[in-house]
Antibody, heavy 118, light 110 residues
Framework: EVQLVESGGGLVQPGGSLTLSCAAS????????MSWLRQAPGKGLEWVANINPDGSDRYHVDSVKGRFTIFRDNADNSLYLKMNSLRGEDTAVYYC???????????WGQGNLVTVSS | QSALTQPASVSGSPGQSITISCTGTSSDIGGYDYVSWYQQYPGKAPKLMIY???KRPSGVSNRFSASKSGNTASLTISGLQAEDEADYYC??????????FGGGTTLSVL
């Protein structure tokens, strides 16, 4: 069974940093593209970033470019999102998700809340 | 990247059929056959219901079907059941090598 478990969220002040982790199991992690997505309270879903299987290629949505970095450790079956210069509008539940066929997300973690507030 | 446009809410009675539309542009829905639909219950993670415009993952009921015409995709749920009451989101791959989502549609089963 595919399992994705996020951790590392919490309350952080504006301008602060946080690193989210996603532990993967139940599949060959190093074979898959992976993404981070987020959902602000009461709002819709937003794709944030993705990374290719060996970690050499990555993309980020414009609103987080230069502030967030996605990376992975295939030896540890883990996905990460390093978030710097956090803003109030980054407050959201962050999900890690596995790509299927490259263009959809077939498995999602349970989500991890990040709150940016003073 | 602008979000895809979905109705905020739809409703139907048990046993009826409903359709949720999702409108984008030629840079997303109209340009690729990479439209997905997700179901989300309050406080839960989204669940993939449809991918590649009209394909159902294993385990998803055949009461769920979808299609695309031009820049608009549609999700149809037939034989509505109480358990179908949830939020539904459409998504598309885009020409900027990103993914865009709709604002979500709340389905009420009356």
């Amino acid at each position: 069974e595919v399992q994705l478990v996020e951790s590392g969220g919490g309350l952080v002040q504006p301008g602060g940093s946080l690193t989210l982790s996603c532990a993967a199991s139940g599949f060959i992690f190093s074979d898959y593209w992976m993404s981070w997505l987020r959902q602000a309270p009461g709002k819709g879903l937003e794709w944030v970033a993705n990374i290719n299987p060996d970690g050499s290629d990555r993309y980020h949505v414009d609103s987080v470019k230069g502030r967030f970095t996605i990376f992975r450790d295939n030896a540890d079956n883990s996905l990460y999102l390093k978030m710097n210069s956090l803003r109030g509008e980054d407050t959201a539940v962050y999900y890690c998700a596995r790509h299927f066929g490259g263009d959809t997300f077939d498995s999602w973690g349970q989500g991890n809340l990040v709150t940016v507030s003073s | 990247q602008s979000a895809l446009t979905q109705p905020a809410s739809v409703s139907g009675s048990p046993g009826q059929s409903i359709t949720i539309s999702c409108t984008g542009t030629s840079s997303d829905i109209g340009g690729y056959d990479y439209v997905s639909w997700y179901q989300q219950y309050p406080g839960k993670a989204p669940k993939l219901m449809i991918y590649d415009v009209s394909k159902r993952p294993s385990g998803v009921s055949n009461r769920f079907s979808a299609s695309k015409s031009g820049n608009t995709a549609s999700l149809t749920i037939s034989g509505l059941q109480a358990e179908d009451e949830a939020d539904y989101y459409c998504s598309s791959y885009t020409s900027r090598i990103t993914w865009v989502f709709g604002g979500g549609t709340t389905l009420s089963v009356l």
